[in-house]
C-alpha cells in the first residue's frame, strides 16, 4: 500500500501555494486599502456584475455564507457597497458598489494585475495558458465531488 507522503500530495501543494499567493496579496490590499481577501474578492465579484445577493456571491467567490456575510457587512458599514432590497426575493438583498466602493474598485483591480505579473513574471504565455486550462480541469474534476454529494 502507498504511503502519503504529504509534501508530494498535489491538493496539499496546490493549498500551500495557494495560500502562499493569497497571503502576499492580502498584506499588499490591507496595507495599501485596508482590505481583507474576502472584502476584496466581493467588490472585485460585485463589479463585474452589479446588484447580487450574499447568496449569489458565496457561489462566486466559493467562500462560506458567514464569511461573506462579514465581509458584506464590513463593506456596507465602510460605505463601499450599497443594500437595496431583491424584488426577486424579499428576504434578501442586491448588493452594489457604492461610488466611494468603484472608485477604490479602481484604484485596487490594477494593484491586483500588477501583482499577478509579478508573480508569474518567471512563466511564458505557452506556460500561463497550459497552467490556467489545467486550472480549468481541475475545477471541473473537483466540482464533479460536489455533484456526488448533492
Given at each position: 500500500m502507498p504511503s502519503l507522503k504529504l509534501h508530494?500530495?498535489?491538493p496539499y501543494r496546490l493549498s500551500i501555494?495557494?495560500?502562499?499567493?493569497?497571503?502576499?496579496i492580502a498584506s499588499t490590499y490591507q496595507a495599501l486599502?485596508?482590505?481583507r481577501i474576502p472584502e476584496w474578492r466581493l467588490i472585485a465579484i460585485i463589479a463585474e456584475g452589479e446588484g447580487m445577493t450574499q447568496q449569489a456571491l458565496g457561489r462566486a467567490t466559493r467562500m462560506d455564507k458567514v464569511t461573506v456575510s462579514?465581509?458584506?457587512?464590513?463593506l456596507?458599514?465602510?460605505g463601499l457597497v450599497e443594500r437595496q432590497p431583491n424584488p426577486a426575493d424579499q428576504r434578501s438583498h442586491l448588493l452594489s458598489?457604492?461610488?466611494?466602493?468603484?472608485?477604490l474598485y479602481d484604484q485596487v483591480a490594477p494593484k491586483a494585475l500588477e501583482m499577478e505579473a509579478r508573480i508569474f513574471?518567471?512563466?511564458?504565455?505557452?506556460?500561463?495558458?497550459a497552467f490556467a486550462a489545467m486550472l480549468d480541469r481541475l475545477e471541473a474534476a473537483a466540482g464533479a465531488f460536489d455533484l456526488e454529494r448533492g
Open positions: 508530494a500530495f498535489l501555494a495557494s495560500n502562499r499567493v493569497s497571503d502576499a486599502f485596508g482590505l462579514r465581509a458584506a457587512l464590513a456596507a458599514e465602510r458598489l457604492s461610488p466611494a466602493g468603484r472608485a513574471a518567471e512563466f511564458d504565455a505557452a506556460e500561463l495558458g
